[in-house]
């Protein structure tokens, strides 16, 4: 069984800056990368960042470029999100997901990801 959880989500002003982590955990669970999606109320899943494991290669969608910064922490089977200057428009659902091969698709498809988490909430305040 392959457990992915975050944290670090809740209420936040405009400009300010939060800090998403994730932690997979599992008894043979092993990554390649991990990722993250976000959802707002009525919209489609969208990609947020995602990174390799053994090499730390980022990958990020054009909402968090310049803004967001992704991160892992080996030891610990970690990823975190660092989220600065957010926007009203940064309110959704966070959800990271965790992938532990190669997957057949991109890093930037939410079918590339076999475990996923319940998701954090943000809301940035206008």
């Known amino acids: 069984q392959v457990q992915v959880v975050e944290s670090g989500g809740g209420l936040v002003q405009a400009g300010g800056s939060l800090r998403l982590s994730c932690a997979a955990s599992g008894r043979t669970f092993s990554t390649f990368a991990m990722g993250w999606f976000r959802q707002a109320p009525g919209k489609e899943l969208e990609f947020v960042a995602a990174i390799t494991w053994s090499r730390g290669n980022t990958y990020y969608g054009d909402s968090a470029k310049g803004r967001f910064t992704i991160s892992r922490d080996n030891a610990k089977n970690t990823v975190y999100l660092q989220m600065d200057s957010l926007k009203a428009e940064d309110t959704a659902g966070y959800y990271c997901?965790?992938?532990?091969?190669?997957?057949?698709?991109?890093?930037?498809?939410?079918?590339?990801?076999?475990?996923w988490g319940q998701g954090t909430q943000v809301i940035v305040s206008s």
């Open positions: 997901a965790a992938q532990p091969q190669i997957p057949r698709g991109t890093l930037y498809s939410r079918e590339s990801y076999t475990y």
